[in-house]
């Protein structure tokens, strides 16, 4: 393990955060100490917004906010690697026992001793380096077994398509490798590249092997199949089921692809189902005789498919956004209609859209022009567009749903504050969100956390209730959600900067003992 043991200290007191780092710092050069947190809910953003990402954390129990209980359980859920050590007194011992049933690693009994830390961290250390070895090892042998099978699958496919004699233990070796068995029935195809001598060597093949790649993206994301290369020129390709429109539009748009890409003309062509291996030969034979063959069809305006995008943008439906962006792109790229056709349609939708994104009040940049361009291009600066102006609609949907969401915590937290058991899981639950997403979207909109804005709130309702009525200060700490009158206090004299007593001796000359 070359590099250092990162640790996380967590403690509300500030004298033993900066104590444990001394001492950790003390100890080699094998540990780092890479962040201090007052308390567990900073410790989470710091983890969350991935500014610290520790091996280690170290943390106390008795914390305000989130403490090292809750602190533990949520780790344990969302980075069940990070280990941690409690630093427990003796009074905590029975929480130290709830915390090690959490799959705490270890923990500390204050004062810490030097001897005590070094050892748990360098057991802690070892674990985590073999672990790691364990994973570079388990990783060397994936990818020399991923760069060796696709060699030993393709030479075998090869010579099953092509007819070459296969033996029985040749088809053994293949069974694992194809997504169909020797009676399944099959649909083969071949993709032609027309102009590649075009193209100097030796980036023939370099050329082939990316067309494949991308034939593999377009044919195979949604079905079983396979993709083999016979020459610079030539891939064939096998899938199980039927041919379906989405086949041929896919090797469609392959087409105009490959193209633009790579200035390369492609032709397809797909024979029979084969329904043996003994037949394969003869399906890759009816590609091959059908390569030259082309379908055009006509195309009219996408009334139907321009009325959902509309739709789908009034009510901020991303995936129907999606999907009609999808469609219309589908069915122009297949049938390749004139350039004139293509920049015209393009307009109308950018044109008809507009006013609704304006209706809305949505966003939207400067529709692009296309005259100049290919139809290729055409179609990439539409795409371009529309994905643009519906990512603002999201953003206007985020900021009316977000704002809806701030209000009513806010609303809930003003009424909820004098709660002994309120905590960021239970306002989360309430508000419907995970702890982490509420945390940062309350700090964009407020400027603080939900359980500093809580503090605030009782602290205003305490200062109210020392300066105007006689109540003891314990019971204002439990009217304003503290069971612990010097948990009060202390939170007290951090926010007011005086304790309570002080406080209401100076508001109203009346001084209360505890």
Known sequence: MDRKLSILIVDDEAVIRRGMKKAVESLDDHYEVVGLANDGETALELIHEQK?????????????????????????????????????????????????????????????????????????????????????????????????????????????????????????????????????????????????????????????????????????????????????QTIYFGMTGEVTEDVRENLNRLTLEVEKNYQITIKYGIGSQAGSYEELPRAVGQSLDIIESETVDYYEYPFEDESELQLAFSVGNEEQIDFSLKEIMKKITRVNPSQEWTAQTLNELMYRLELILSEIGSPYPQIPFLGAYSKEEMLSRFEKWIRTCAEERKALSHQKTTSVLIEKVRMYLKEHYADQDLSLQKISDVAGVTPNYLTQEFRKVTGSSCMQYVTEIRMDKAKKLLRETDKKIYEIAERVGYDNPYYFSNAFKKNVGKNPSKYKSESSGYNEPF
């Open 52 to 232: 610290v990402v520790p091996d280690v954390v170290i943390t106390d129990i008795y914390m305000n906010f989130v403490d090292g209980i809750e602190l533990i359980r949520e780790l344990s859920s969302s980075h069940p690697a990070i280990k941690t050590i409690i630093l427990s007194g003796h009074e905590e011992f029975q929480l130290a026992k709830q915390a090690i049933d959490l799959n705490v690693q270890s923990y500390l009994l204050k004062p810490v001793s030097i001897n005590d830390l070094s050892a748990i961290l360098l057991k802690m250390r070892s674990e985590i380096e073999a672990n790691e070895q364990e994973q570079e090892d388990q990783a060397t042998y994936l990818e020399m077994k991923k760069n060796v099978e696709p060699y030993v699958r393709d030479r075998l496919i090869l010579d099953l398509l092509e007819g070459r004699l296969v033996s029985d233990e040749h088809l053994s070796l293949l069974a694992p490798f194809l997504p169909f068995t020797e009676r399944d029935p099959v649909t083969i195809g071949t993709v032609r590249l027309i102009n590649i001598e075009s193209i100097k060597n030796p980036e023939h093949i370099m050329q082939t092997y990316a067309i494949k790649e991308l034939l593999w993206k377009r044919m195979f994301k949604d079905r079983e199949g396979f993709a083999v290369i016979k020459d610079s």
